[in-house]
């Protein structure tokens, strides 16, 4: 008896010791055995979701008739003004794209981008990603930005050949540097799936108002284009002796339900 | 354990994120889903004893942290507790699929999906993810509860013959009438 008691608690302690190793030093191995795994299991929760999505859809059909034909309604009213906007953008987006190519700055307009069908959200109720159908095959790469639903949605954090992991500008780990008010620089933080994000690095006296728009600046060491709407400001406040204020920002792009994605073949630092 | 084992360890946690992803992340209630990785180690250990519910809690959290930006790691370490308490429970023939009450299993599942997140967003504070205990943890627990609750028997029958005669668990007959 007692010897399978020694081998269970040094199992236990073998194992609990891999498993904090991996926590210390398991960033290299994760990403070549990410690629291996998606590649493995997308087919697979593709062929299911086939079988599974339409039996879905048919049950949140007849569920939420009512609130689809309401909805439609308020879209297409939305979408006659945006046609009516998009005229008075064409001539605005000029005159932007030849302002950044004075400062060799990468415009949004005129990058590639790979359209994209989400097809998983988040595996973790802890993470913020969703998983999209479209991988390095098609010249999707790690580190890619990820814009769709009216903003910005994440950036490609794994790849495989026929799929990749977008994690959201809500995850815990995302963070984008953004133009806030009159040209201010932030970095706008995630705060976890569903929540919204928090802008930092702006001073106490800085002008910022709830509902302008932020936008990413091109900077921070370039991790993405400049100019992709980011989110909506929220509310902005600062504490008594704070050193700089409390910014949330609502994201622009509905991240709880994303259908399709572009991502914007476009390399960080380039 | 057997190299035959792992591998049938390897290809039920690439299960478990099949079903993951294609069915379990659609089922939402209040943007919160039902996790399912933790009804490896648990259904591992119930059927098969510590070592097996270790390792299914190693291997199925390895794989789970492959496809989120979470700690790597993280589950894996909450897991492999897990699947050493289902173990022990399991060896004395306590949630045993022939010996057992037919509540039992179901009831430990759903005490392990209870308490499963919770060690999980704890470990994830103390290593500096301060967002884990967010206000939507409590309906975290409860769905990964029923969760595991209503999906542990099934996969203890899925599991126990591939991972039957551990040396440590012995054949799968039920040690004793328990419960």
């Not at chain 1, 009213?77 to 794209?97: D, I, N």
């Not at chain 2, 294609?22 to 933790?38: G, R």
Request: hydrophobic residues 50%; proline residues 6%; glycine residues 12%.
């Amino acid at each position: 008896m007692a010897q399978p008691r020694r081998r269970r608690l040094a199992t236990l302690t073998i194992l609990l010791l891999a498993a904090l190793t991996l926590l210390a030093i398991g960033g290299p191995f994760r990403s070549v055995a990410s690629r291996v795994a998606h590649g493995v299991v997308n087919p697979f929760v593709t062929a299911v979701q086939s079988v599974t999505r339409p039996v879905g859809d048919a049950i949140a059909g007849t569920v939420d008739y009512s609130d689809v034909v309401a909805q439609n309604h308020v879209l297409s009213a939305e979408l006659a003004s945006l046609h009516q906007q998009q005229v008075q953008l064409e001539y605005e987006q000029r005159q932007l794209r030849d302002l950044l190519a004075l400062h060799r700055l990468p415009y949004l307009g005129s990058l590639p981008r790979v359209v994209a069908q989400t097809n998983a959200q988040n595996l973790s109720n802890f993470a913020a990603t969703v998983q999209i159908d479209k991988g390095s095959a098609d010249g999707v790469l790690d580190g890619m930005p990820v814009v769709g639903a009216g903003g910005l949605v994440g950036t490609v954090t794994a790849t495989s050949a026929s799929g990749a992991t977008v994690t959201l500008l809500t995850d815990a780990t995302s963070s984008v540097g953004v133009t806030i008010g009159a040209g201010y620089q932030a970095v706008v933080h995630g705060q976890g799936p569903s929540r919204q994000l928090a802008a930092e690095f702006v001073n106490p006296g800085t002008p910022v108002h709830a509902g302008e728009h932020v936008y990413t600046s091109g900077q921070q060491g370039g991790l993405y284009p400049a100019g992709i709407p980011v989110g909506r400001i929220v509310t902005s406040s600062s504490g008594r002796g704070a050193t700089q204020q409390s910014i949330a920002v609502s994201p622009l792009a509905n991240l709880d339900a994303l259908a399709y994605v572009s991502v914007v073949l476009w390399e960080p630092g380039t | 354990m057997s190299w035959g084992r792992w591998a049938w360890l390897v290809v039920a946690g690439l299960a478990v994120v099949v079903l993951q992803l294609a069915i379990a992340d659609a089922l939402t209630v209040a943007h919160v889903h039902p996790e399912l990785v933790w009804v490896l180690p648990v259904a591992a250990g119930l059927v098969a004893g510590t070592l097996p519910g270790m390792a299914a809690g190693f291997v199925g959290g390895v794989i789970a942290d492959l496809f989120v930006p979470t700690p790597f790691g993280l589950t894996a370490f909450v897991g492999v507790l897990i699947g050493y308490a289902m173990g022990r429970l399991g060896e004395e023939g306590i949630g045993d699929l022939a010996g057992s009450q037919w509540w039992v299993a179901p009831s430990l599942g759903f005490a392990c999906g209870l308490v499963a997140p919770a060690i999980y967003a704890v470990v994830g504070v103390a290593l500096g993810h301060h967002s884990y205990l967010s206000p939507s943890l409590a309906l975290v627990c409860v769905l990964d509860a029923v969760a595991c609750a209503l999906l542990v028997r099934p996969t203890m029958w899925l599991l126990a013959p591939l991972l039957a005669e551990d040396p440590l668990r012995g054949p799968l007959e039920p040690v004793r009438g328990a419960m």
